[in-house]
């Protein structure tokens, strides 16, 4: 848990002194990266005619999970982490041809798979809303595709988030689902994170502010940058 907290310390560190000095500065001052070689890939959940979950108000969870991407790639910049976004303002990444909204839909994720499939040495995080019929649940939860890296990585960054956010959330990482078709397709290390349901009024008025949408932004960069410090000693045969 301290370690968490070091390198949270340290990313706000970054970031004031950034605020500073300057972006281009601040990156060239780090120190050889431990993710030398390496991308991550941050996906947006949904997007274009594809909302995705809508709060009460009916705000899209696409628009939400873009701006924490944004907010998170602009963190892992300052890191001196290379990134790769799937989409970068609100769109479908569906091809031409694709008409029906389920044809989009199809063609969008082949086409994240297709777009995460052509980096080697990638790790991903695929950001969502959760959203449930009974309005009391709340609280961000991790899920993680095979391999000893992935889970290692989901729980921890599950860990971070509940620092961050809220100490009371006594959800744990899981195994991504069956039926989930990019984490069915890829074969990189990758976590989904649903960071908090639109069906909680109180979260979701949350998940609308720049405030706490930093502060997701955040949990995940430190707890990529501790999986970077120990993938090392899990990464090779994986």
Not at 6 to 33: E, P
Not at 99 to 113: A, M, P, Q, Y
Request: aromatic fraction near 8%; include cysteine; charged fraction near 20%.
């Amino acid at each position: 848990m301290k370690r968490d907290l070091l390198l949270l310390f340290l990313c706000l560190c970054i970031l004031g002194a950034a605020a500073y000095v300057g972006r281009d500065n601040v990156v060239s001052a780090i120190a050889a990266s431990p993710d030398e070689g390496r991308v991550l890939i941050l996906d947006a959940g949904h997007g274009g005619e594809d909302g995705g979950a809508s709060t009460a108000s009916g705000s899209r969870e696409s628009d939400i999970n873009l701006s924490i991407v944004q907010k998170t790639e602009a963190l892992m910049a300052f890191l001196g982490v290379r990134t790769e976004l799937t989409r970068m303002e609100d769109r479908s990444m569906h091809s031409e041809g694709a008409s029906t909204i389920r044809e989009k839909k199809v063609s969008d994720l082949k086409n994240r798979v297709a777009f995460v499939g052509g980096f080697s040495n990638a790790m991903l995080i695929s950001v969502h809303q959760n959203h449930f019929t009974d309005t009391r649940y709340s609280g961000a939860q991790v899920f993680y595709n095979m391999g000893d890296v992935s889970r290692q990585w989901g729980e921890n960054t599950q860990e971070v988030l509940r620092q961050v956010l809220s100490p009371d959330n006594d959800r744990d990482a899981k195994a991504i689902p069956d039926g989930i078709y990019l984490f069915e397709h890829i074969s990189c290390p990758a976590i989904l994170v649903e960071c908090g349901f639109l069906s909680n009024g109180e979260e979701a008025s949350l998940l609308l502010t720049d405030p706490y949408q930093r502060k997701i932004s955040l949990a995940l960069a430190g707890a990529y940058w501790q999986e970077l410090q120990m993938i090392p000693t899990v990464w090779e045969g994986e």
